[in-house]
């Protein structure tokens, strides 16, 4: 019976520690679940800016390296054509 009484303790002790982590609503258990959902979103936040870095960093590279991407990027930039090309400009066409 004593013995039985000495391992009943910390079973009582552990129940109410969780019954109590659950009820404190300050550092319980829905605190702990919220900061879990609160991590997660900020891990799938850095992994689109780690994708968005990837293709600035090829972007860069590109503008460094490629001409026909620095071509690209200038003729959109700044307007200009080659000697003997036509522009034909569109007007944008809004939504209705």
Sequence with gaps: MRRMALALGPVVALSGAMIALGLDHSEGMATMFGLREQARQ?????SHMEAEKRRLLALVHGL??????IEMAVRARLGMVRRGEVVVRMPSVGKR
């Design 42 to 46: 900020a891990r799938s936040r850095v």
């Design 64 to 69: 460094r390296s490629d001409p026909d991407q």
